[in-house]
């Protein structure tokens, strides 16, 4: 069994930075990248950041370009997201993702097999 779990998620005002854990466990030796999500309300679902596990290349989306970064830790089986110069538009609950498929986009949330339940990021401005 996989599992995923993310923390710290929380309150900030704008301007200020958060960084997201998420704690892998169980068969993590076959995902074939990670990555975050996040939802906001009466949005869909976008891809936030993502990261291959075997190249460590990363995608990150226009919004958060140069403000986010991830990155994953291997021996802790633990993949981070540090989001820098917040903005209310990032606003939203914040989800860990994993595939196991093999060619998945970073980007294509429908190729991510594994998720977390979520941890709530809110920007005051």
């Known amino acids: 069994q996989v599992q995923l779990v993310e923390s710290g998620g929380g309150s900030v005002q704008s301007g200020g930075s958060l960084r997201l854990s998420c704690a892998a466990s169980?068969?993590?030796?076959?995902?074939?990248?990670m990555g975050w999500f996040r939802q906001a309300p009466w949005k869909e679902r976008e891809g936030v950041a993502g990261i291959y596990s075997v190249s460590g290349s990363t995608y990150y989306a226009a919004s958060v370009k140069g403000r986010f970064t991830i990155s994953r830790d291997n021996a802790k089986n633990t993949l981070y997201l540090q989001m820098n110069s917040l903005k209310p538009e990032d606003t939203a609950m914040y989800y860990c993702?994993?595939?196991?498929?093999?060619?998945?986009?970073?980007?294509?949330?429908?190729?991510?097999?594994?998720w977390g339940q979520g941890t709530q990021v809110t920007v005051s401005s």
């Open positions: 169980g068969y993590t030796y076959r995902f074939s990248c």
């Open positions: 993702a994993a595939s196991d498929q093999y060619g998945t986009m970073l980007y294509d949330l429908d190729r991510y097999n594994y």
